[in-house]
């Protein structure tokens, strides 16, 4: 079951939740070509932990930047892996998180849009919990105004496909375990849709996911994201469902086939005169459930041998 709590200002970020032990974390920044962010985002990471009870190593993974970032996480206090080329930001991730000494893991983007004072009380939800995501759905949250209605869509999308509400599917900010990203490992991606598919794989999974309101600052300078991944991420939110779930898409499919050939066939009857049409949709939609049947028992031997 997933649960949405509300930005706790009252609490000190230095005293941890009741049953919530300081364990040592490993937070992990993925930077490309942000040389004028990566300075200001390591100081305030540091700031914010320093000041915590929670140990913890700070890595920054370069993904092959060509605007002098590397030379601008060498000037501060981080550790830095460096990625021969640009590889994107999942693989990104995936190669801080190989990399990383410790069980729990922090993600967070190096272009400050995240609230990094979060972490800390992000760290006290995750004792209860497998994933603490951060939700962008606080009161000042600055996506632009082009990107909403892809997310507004994706979203419902998602919701649907997952049978329960996602605050923030993509959410860069979150708290998780090491040996969930390497269970999962073979399903991410290596670009932007490492988020959204381990997001998809503990819900459809049944783990515990919390959702963590934050605020969204402006970012500065240019976004790496572009129009095309839309299409993109519609495609890894259905193939992720379809992979752990399948008859949540099959079954819906077909029943849009078979209602629209059984009305076509009411009409038919009417007219004395059987259509191709009617018979054809009839008989693709069971064609559809039977392919959801037999993905569906596949899903299921696949699961049970992982376990």
């Given at each position: 079951?997933?649960?949405?709590s509300?930005?706790e200002?009252?609490?000190?970020?230095?005293?941890?939740?009741?049953?919530?032990?300081?364990?040592?974390?490993s937070?992990?920044?993925?930077?490309?070509n942000?040389a004028?962010n990566?300075?200001a985002?390591?100081?305030?990471?540091r700031?914010?932990?320093?000041?915590?009870?929670?140990?913890?190593?700070l890595i920054?993974v370069?993904?092959?930047?060509?605007?002098?970032?590397?030379?601008?996480?060498?000037r501060?206090?981080?550790?830095l892996?460096r990625q021969?080329?640009?590889?994107?930001?999942?693989?990104a991730?995936?190669?801080?998180?190989a990399?990383?000494k410790?069980?729990?893991i922090?993600?967070i983007?190096?272009?400050?849009?995240?609230?990094a004072?979060?972490?800390?009380?992000?760290?006290?939800?995750?004792?209860?919990?497998d994933m603490?995501?951060?939700a962008?759905?606080?009161?000042d949250?600055?996506?632009?105004?082009?990107?909403?209605?892809?997310?507004?869509?994706l979203?419902?999308?998602?919701?649907?496909?997952?049978?329960?509400?996602?605050?923030?599917l993509?959410?860069?900010l979150?708290?998780?375990?090491?040996?969930?990203?390497?269970?999962?490992?073979?399903?991410?991606?290596?670009?932007?849709?490492?988020?959204?598919?381990?997001?998809?794989?503990?819900?459809?999974?049944?783990y515990?996911?919390?959702?963590?309101?934050i605020n969204?600052?402006?970012?500065v300078?240019?976004?790496?994201?572009?129009?095309?991944?839309?299409?993109?991420f519609?495609?890894?939110?259905?193939?992720?469902?379809?992979?752990?779930n399948?008859?949540?898409?099959?079954?819906?499919?077909?029943?849009?086939?078979?209602?629209?050939?059984?009305?076509k066939?009411?009409y038919?009857?009417?007219l004395?005169?059987?259509?191709?049409?009617?018979?054809?949709?009839?008989?693709?939609a069971?064609i559809?459930?039977c392919v959801?049947?037999?993905?569906?028992?596949?899903?299921k031997?696949?699961?049970?041998i992982?376990?």
């Amino acid at each position: 079951m997933t649960a949405i709590s509300t930005v706790e200002m009252e609490r000190s970020a230095t005293q941890p939740a009741q049953g919530a032990e300081p364990r040592p974390i490993s937070i992990v920044v993925p930077a490309y070509n942000e040389a004028q962010n990566i300075g200001a985002q390591i100081a305030r990471i540091r700031q914010v932990m320093d000041s915590s009870i929670w140990p913890y190593e700070l890595i920054i993974v370069d993904d092959g930047s060509t605007d002098g970032t590397p030379g601008e996480v060498l000037r501060h206090d981080a550790r830095l892996i460096r990625q021969p080329r640009n590889f994107g930001y999942g693989a990104a991730l995936k190669k801080g998180i190989a990399e990383a000494k410790n069980e729990w893991i922090v993600i967070i983007d190096a272009d400050g849009t995240y609230p990094a004072e979060e972490i800390p009380r992000m760290l006290e939800l995750a004792a209860e919990n497998d994933m603490v995501v951060g939700a962008r759905i606080g009161q000042d949250v600055n996506i632009p105004l082009p990107r909403r209605p892809a997310k507004w869509v994706l979203a419902r999308l998602s919701g649907y496909l997952a049978q329960q509400p996602i605050p923030d599917l993509n959410s860069g900010l979150r708290v998780l375990k090491r040996n969930l990203v390497e269970k999962y490992e073979h399903l991410l991606p290596d670009g932007f849709s490492f988020t959204t598919t381990i997001t998809l794989a503990l819900l459809c999974n049944h783990y515990r996911v919390h959702y963590h309101t934050i605020n969204y600052a402006k970012r500065v300078g240019a976004s790496k994201i572009r129009a095309g991944h839309a299409y993109q991420f519609m495609m890894l939110i259905l193939r992720t469902v379809v992979y752990f779930n399948p008859l949540r898409v099959f079954l819906p499919l077909g029943l849009i086939l078979f209602s629209l050939g059984l009305a076509k066939l009411i009409y038919d009857c009417f007219l004395w005169n059987l259509s191709e049409s009617a018979v054809m949709c009839i008989l693709s939609a069971v064609i559809i459930w039977c392919v959801g049947l037999l993905a569906d028992q596949i899903s299921k031997i696949g699961m049970s041998i992982r376990r």
